[in-house]
Structures are given as structure tokens and as C-alpha cells.
């Protein structure tokens, strides 16, 4: 990866992430690859020892640690087709994946870091068979929630894409509200986002449940990503609340 570095799309990549002394992504380095050429390089590494891919995750590069995710996500979906679903040495697996995966949280320190990665790790693991129960996987997104880490905040609400994907709206609501009062920016895009997803996958009017509780005091960044699928006529009457 070192050696595919593109010092222009460094200096572009450290502007987009906000890298500049008292932005969100203040300090992270960059290469310059894309995410496409990433997952080329994955598509060759699957296969890496965890101890390998903790280097990785430890690397002063942003999209070394982003491959670094990508090898854990590759590496958990293998591990959950139909054939390894209820299979004990599968699920101990991946439960052990996961718990690598929230024991180096602080490396997905970027938004793009944590929504690649932990919605298919995470969320998808939150409806798997596991050795924990319910609420001990519960237990464990709030701890997430709960945290003083913005990026963790990030993940406990992003990793409820997965449950969405499969009609199940709890995991999204719960966390919504929990991060309702949030003062970031980035959890008002993606506590909104995820509210706007619940609606498109699940049930609309499950979304206008939720605003009609809790609109008039969203932030309304948060509020306008909720209500982007929305027509015009009905964005305008949320926006006046």
C-alpha cells in the first residue's frame, strides 16, 4: 500500500477528512488510495492472522487501517453463509471477531472507518446465533453508546444498519433516541440517516411516529436527513416544527 501512495490524492483525502488542528480527523495521515484500490489489495489478504490484521489496525495510515477493517468484515461474512450459521466453531468465531473488532475501536477514528466496517461486523452479529445472549450483545452497543468517544457513539448507531436491512427497526430506534441530544454534527448526519433508512426499509410511518414525538427538538441537520425521502410538501411541515 506504501508503495501504490498518491501524494495529490493524500493532500485531497487529509481535506475531505478534516485533518486540520481542531477538525474531527485532526493528525490522521493518508496515502492517497481509494477505497476501489483498497479492496483490491483485500481481495489478495483475506486470509491474514489476526495478529497481522492488528498491525494493520495499529498503522499510522488511514487506509491501512481501513484495509485492516475490511480484512475483519471479509473475514466475519465467511463465517456466515448458511453453512457456518449455527455451527459451534463458527459462532465462537465470530463472536471472538467481534470482540477484536470493539477492542480496537480507536482505530476506526474516522467516519468512513466505522460506517465500512461496522454495520457488517457489528449489526450483522446482533442477529447471529452467539454464545452471549440478547442483552449481553445489548449491553455491549450501549457501552458503545455510552462512551466519551465520538467514533463509538458513531458505531452503536451506524451498526443498526444491519438490523434495518432485515426489517427489524429496535436496534435504530433505541440508539436514535439515545443520541438525540447529541452536540456533533457527524451523530446528527447519522443518527438521521439511519431514522431515514428505518423509514425507506421498514415502515414510513414508524419514521413519522418517531418525529412526531421528537422533531421539535432534533437538531435539525439531523431532522432534514431524517425526512430527505419524504415529499416536499411533508419535508416543509417537519422542517416547521
Known sequence: MIAIADEQQAQHLMRFFKTAPGDYGHGDMFLGIKVPVTRSVIARCKSLSISDVGQLL????????????????????????????????????????????????????????????????????????????????????????????????????VCTMAPLKHGDPSFTLRYALWHLHHTHDLMHKAVGWLLREMGKRVDMNLLRDFLHDHAHHMPRTMLRYAIERMSEDERKLWMTK
Open 58 to 157: 495499529a498503522s499510522q495510515w488511514h487506509e491501512v487501517r481501513l484495509c485492516g477493517l475490511l480484512v475483519l468484515v471479509a473475514q466475519f461474512q465467511a463465517l456466515t453463509t448458511k453453512r457456518y450459521l449455527n455451527d459451534a466453531t463458527a459462532i465462537a468465531q465470530r463472536d471472538a471477531l467481534v470482540d477484536f473488532y470493539i477492542s480496537h475501536a480507536n482505530s476506526a477514528n474516522n467516519w468512513d472507518l466505522v460506517d465500512l466496517s461496522v454495520y457488517k461486523i457489528l449489526g450483522e452479529w446482533l442477529l447471529l446465533p452467539s454464545q452471549l445472549s440478547p442483552d449481553e450483545k445489548l449491553s455491549i452497543v450501549d457501552r458503545l453508546a455510552g462512551s466519551d468517544n465520538l467514533w463509538e457513539q458513531r458505531m452503536s448507531i
